[in-house]
């Protein structure tokens, strides 16, 4: 990953040099980039940035960003110092999307995955919002195609920011139609259907 942080205001405090450190350490499965990005500067003294992208045989299925937000006197609402803000954006089943359940079903991947990672954390909210694309004249692609989008933020219980990382790369491959991690996609990628991603009944 290439070196792009944003420029802090000051010396950078080590616990916020370890946090980062820490998501150094996360390999992402084969099918995701990460690239470190800059952070934004306005929303506290400290940030750093990573962007990622979900690719199958060449083709981009799935897009996000996970920002890290460190303010040693806190901020309303974090209820700590270290915010973390995902999003990310990525193609879905329109048969899934289309059931009214659809947003708890996606906000289940983040919870249940920042569970499974051990992943610390309190004060996390956030949406998910599915939006449909229909395209005319000469635009490539299918002509209508529905897209979930997941925004989030929760603030970290601790500076080792690794699980964090891994569990926002599971929602990331989740929301991407990706198989376990492992198995090959031999053509396109399954829908959230044919992965038995099934709704509440």
């Known amino acids: 990953m290439s070196d792009a942080r944003s420029s802090p205001p000051g010396p950078v405090p080590a616990v916020f040099?370890?946090?980062?450190a820490s998501l150094r350490t996360v390999r992402p499965r084969p099918e995701i980039i990460l690239d470190e990005i800059?952070?934004?500067?306005?929303?506290?003294?400290y940030s750093h940035a990573l962007g990622a992208e979900v690719g199958v045989d060449g083709v981009e299925i799935a897009t996000g960003r996970l920002v890290v937000l460190h303010d040693p006197e806190g901020q309303a609402g974090w209820d700590g110092v270290l915010r973390i803000v995902g999003f990310l954006?990525?193609?879905?089943?329109?048969?899934?999307?289309?059931d009214e359940l659809f947003p708890e079903v996606?906000?289940?991947?983040l919870l249940e995955a920042l569970d499974t990672w051990g992943a610390a954390h309190t004060a996390v909210g956030g949406t998910v919002?599915?939006?449909v694309s229909t395209r005319f004249g000469d635009i490539a692609g299918p002509q209508r195609s529905v897209d979930v989008e997941i925004r989030a933020s929760w603030t970290a219980l601790s500076f080792d920011l690794?699980?964090?990382?891994?569990a926002w790369l599971d929602v990331l491959g989740t929301?991407?139609?990706?198989?376990?991690p492992g198995v090959r996609l031999l053509s396109s990628p399954v829908?959230?259907?044919?992965?038995?991603?099934?709704?509440?009944q």
């Open 162 to 166: 690794s699980a964090h990382l891994q």
């Open 175 to 180: 929301a991407a139609g990706l198989p376990p």
């Open 106 to 109: 996606g906000w289940s991947w």
């Open 17 to 20: 040099t370890d946090a980062i």
């Open 129 to 131: 919002t599915s939006t």
């Open 89 to 98: 954006t990525a193609e879905t089943d329109p048969a899934l999307a289309s």
């Open 38 to 45: 800059a952070g934004p500067a306005r929303l506290a003294p």
């Open 191 to 200: 829908t959230s259907a044919e992965l038995g991603r099934r709704l509440p």
